[in-house]
C-alpha cells in the first residue's frame, strides 16, 4: 500500500499547518492541501499580537508563511489545491481533487470557516466595488472616507477599530440594542471617537452602482419598520462566520450551525481514522493559538491511532 497516504491535511490554517508540522517530525509524511484561501483567515489579517511567542506582534500572512516552511522543514508535501469530494465510507478513505484520487489512512479535517454575507443582490452586486468582507485587505482604499460596518460581535468591533485607521467616520450598524461583543472589544469601540453607533436597525439595501461604487446604505429600523438612508463610501460585513464542513456532511457529525462535533478532550469525529481540528470544530474561541493547539492534538490522535 505504498500510494496510501498515513495522514492527508485538508486546510492550511494554523490548524492545519500545526498537524503537518507534528505528523511530518513523527515521520509520518503527512500531505496537505491548502484549500481556497492557503494560510487561512490569517492570511487576510494585519497584525496579530495575542500569539505567545511574538512579542512585537507579527503580520497575519508572515505568520503563515513561517507555519508553511515550517511544515515544509520536516517533510510535509503541501499542494495549493482545493478538495472537491470525500468518500469516508471505508478505509482507506478516498479524497477527491479534481479527476484527481488520493487514499490516506488517516484524515485530519482543519477547514476553518468562512465571512458570513448578508445575501442581499446588491451585496453581490457591489462586493469589490465598495462592499467589503475584510477590512484589513480593503481598509487603505478608504482613507479620509466615510464606511459602515454591520454587525455587532467580536468580529465587527475588530473590523471597526482597524477602519478607524484610515477611514474619517466608521458607524455601526446593528439590529439589537447592545453589543455581543466581548466587553474588552466592546470597550475599546464605544471609546472609540472615530466610531458611531445606529442601534436597532437592520440593512435593507446597498445603494450604489459597479461604476462609481457605494453611495449609501438604507437600513430598516427593527421596531417601526420604518426606512432611512445612511450615506458612506464603502460598507463592511462583519456579521461572523460559516465553518466549512459541507464537504464533509454526508459522513461526519455536525451540530445545528455546522461545526463538526469531536469527542471531548480530542479532535475525533464520529469515523475512527477521521479527525478535525481548529475552526471548522470550534464555536467558542475560533482563535489562532487554539486551532494551532487543536492541530496538535490532531496530529497526535492520527499517530495514535495508526499505532493502535
Partial sequence: MSNVHQVLIIGSGPAGYTAAIYSARANLRPILFTGPQPGGQLTITTEVDNYPGFAEGIMGPEMMTILKRQAERFGTQIIEEQITRVDFSESPFK????????????????????????????????????????????????????????????????????????????????????????????????NNPKIKFIWNHEVDEIVGEQTTGVTGIRIKNTQTHTLSLVACDGVFIAIGHQPNSQLFKDYITRDAHDYIIVDKGSSKTNIPGVFACGDVADAVYRQAITAAGTGCMAAIDAERFLNH
Fill in 95 to 190: 479524497i477527491y481533487q479534481g479527476n484527481e484520487i488520493h487514499l490516506s489512512k488517516t484524515v485530519i479535517i482543519a477547514t476553518g470557516a468562512s465571512a458570513k454575507l448578508l445575501h442581499l443582490p446588491s451585496e453581490k452586486a457591489l462586493m469589490g466595488h465598495g462592499v467589503s468582507a475584510c477590512a484589513t485587505c480593503d481598509g487603505f482604499f478608504y482613507r479620509g472616507k466615510e464606511v459602515v460596518v454591520i454587525g455587532g460581535g467580536d468580529t465587527a468591533m475588530e473590523e471597526a477599530h482597524f477602519l478607524t485607521k484610515f477611514a474619517k467616520q466608521v458607524t455601526v450598524i446593528h439590529r439589537r440594542d447592545s453589543l455581543r461583543a466581548s466587553k474588552i472589544m466592546q470597550d475599546r469601540a464605544l
